[in-house]
């Protein structure tokens, strides 16, 4: 796999040459990491590997279903399951958002998708990973009351210096206002770099989180003592 990004088979994934062991996750930010950003303005490398990454969860996540007490049960379930009452379902889920079982057929079905649940749970990006992020975010609510503020910002990577450091580009980030590539040079960066613009968002949030909420100080934010924060990405 990549032989233009792994000469002779050697650094790749499954490398039986690699003398330590390394989990793929770790060496995955270890090749977006390299000095020649090569991997990082690769086409296909961060798609193909965030692929294989739910690929690789979603097998973990159905080996540990299959290691519950009750999978002879949910077995039993996906064989006996009422297709009539999943048409009805997913029929009357097309016209409205929410839907609630009407009979013991249509429970069946929602403790059935509650159990596959446990499978598409562990894969980022899956519905599933929502639902499991809007009950965290229930929970907080319940425990630490409703939130006072709602906070949505968009960092503008093509303009900020930092992001056009970290695409490769050199500047003196000393000075307050260091001299910039021209606009459609530094989109054509940004647009061949989607790691550098990751970076740069998650080093805005971090700092947001620790510089103006305070969150892990004594001292208030801007908005007052943090109690407590939930923040999601899309």
Not at 4 to 15: E, Q
Not at 87 to 110: H, K, M, N, W
Not at 152 to 168: E, N, R, S, W
Request: net charge negative; proline share 5%.
């Amino acid at each position: 796999m990549f032989p233009w990004l792994f000469p002779f088979g050697l650094g790749g994934f499954g490398n039986k040459h690699i003398r330590t062991k390394i989990h793929t996750p770790t060496h995955t930010r270890h090749l977006l990491l390299y000095a020649d950003r090569l991997i990082q303005t690769d086409e296909y490398f961060a798609f193909v590997a965030f692929n294989q990454a739910q690929i690789r969860k979603s097998a973990g996540g159905g080996y540990l279903l299959t290691e519950r007490h009750n999978f002879d049960n949910i077995a039993e379930q996906i064989m006996d399951i009422d297709r009539d009452a999943l048409d009805r379902l997913i029929s009357r889920g097309v016209d409205v958002r929410y839907v609630t079982p009407q009979d013991d057929a249509e429970c069946a079905c929602f403790e059935l998708l509650s159990h596959l649940d446990y499978v598409a749970g562990h894969v980022d990006g899956s519905l599933a990973s929502r639902k499991y992020m809007r009950n965290e975010l229930k929970s907080l609510i319940m425990s630490e009351g409703m939130p006072l503020f709602f906070v949505m910002f968009a960092p503008v990577d093509f303009k900020h210096p930092l992001c056009i450091y970290l695409c490769g580009q050199p500047l003196n980030l000393d000075v307050a206002d260091p001299m910039l590539p021209s606009s459609k040079a530094r989109m054509r960066m940004i647009a061949e770099n989607p790691v550098a613009c990751a970076r740069f968002h998650d080093f805005m949030v971090r700092t947001f989180i620790s510089e103006v909420l305070c969150s892990r100080s004594d001292k208030p934010g801007l908005f007052g003592h943090t109690g407590a924060y939930y923040g999601t990405v899309e």
